[in-house]
């Protein structure tokens, strides 16, 4: 375990050391600010009520940045990992000494966790304070609730695409391929499965009812066969996607930041949110831990040639 934190620290001080994990870090907090800027201009320029609480104005705006940033930071701590080494030639000389092909890869994978851990903490632990002085927004506590298990929503998200990039990079020997490879993977769950769900969606219940000519928008959401068809195709859409990390992740979003009525609404129920989402949870974590394991299994089995 000792030469598993010698790794570990290594990865984490080079990392904490570097403009480009900063960079990410501070992309994630500008986000931040903008998002919420954004949001608060749409609500008032839509004549929304000036009293709205902070969070429900601007979290599903800050989630959806998240859903974009965690992934980004995940595959960028990932893609490297073994490919990078590879490239420079240094596994060979590490693997030399006497460290196991499972204390790199351990020392490698806690550094990993470590440094997602500390993005995504410090992103929030800034961001949401100075955006809520900067838009004079009073926070609750549930607020500051809301917004840590947006956090941890967003860790698991991150850490789901740090698996894949960590078993992309075990696969490559270049770190280009490996850093192609794992956007192509978020791209594929970010783009590409969405478009696939929703063929399938309309392949299997065909075209939606026939709307009265001249009905606005609110007589098509209240129409009752409308409403059917729409809760059919988002179950099919859904399902389709069960297995991406995205798709996960913006459910449980959409369940911690809730639509209310008014300027009400009940304090969050985590316990709630964990047993009425627990698929969300529990596919999120399968997807940072069969990768993981793949990758383990795969790194620790193989030789690096001479």
Known sequence: MNKVWVIARKEIKENLTSLRYWALVGL???????????????????????????????GNAVAQSLGLMAPIL?????????????????????LARPI????????KVLAGVILLAVAVLTSTAIG???????????LTADDYLRFAMLGVAAF????AYYAFALLISVLTNRSGYSLVASVGVW?????????????????????PPAIPQGANATAIRQNPQFQAYLRQYNQISSTVQLISPNSRY??????????VRGR???????????????????????????????????????????
């Open 28 to 58: 994630v907090l500008v986000l931040y600010i903008v998002t919420s800027y954004q949001r608060e201009f749409a609500i008032r320029f839509a004549g929304g009520p000036a009293g709205e609480r902070f969070f429900f104005g601007v």
């Open 74 to 94: 995940g595959i960028a701590l990932g893609f490297g990992a073994i490919a990078g080494e590879r490239e420079k030639g240094t596994i060979r000389m590490v």
């Open 100 to 107: 196991f092909r499972d204390t790199l890869i351990n020392g």
């Open 128 to 138: 949401i304070p100075v955006t809520a002085v900067l838009q004079r927004a009073n």
């Open 156 to 159: 698991l998200l991150a850490l």
């Open 187 to 207: 791209f594929f769950f970010a783009f590409i499965l969405p478009m696939i769900a929703a063929f399938v969606a309309s392949a299997v219940l065909g075209p």
């Open 250 to 259: 913006s459910s449980l979003t959409s369940a911690i930041f809730q639509a």
């Open 264 to 306: 009400q609404s009940n304090p969050l129920d985590v316990g709630a949110l964990f047993a009425q989402h627990w698929i969300d949870f529990a596919v999120l974590i399968s997807l940072f831990v069969i990768p993981l394991v793949l990758a383990y299994i795969l790194f620790t089995r193989t030789h690096e040639a001479k």
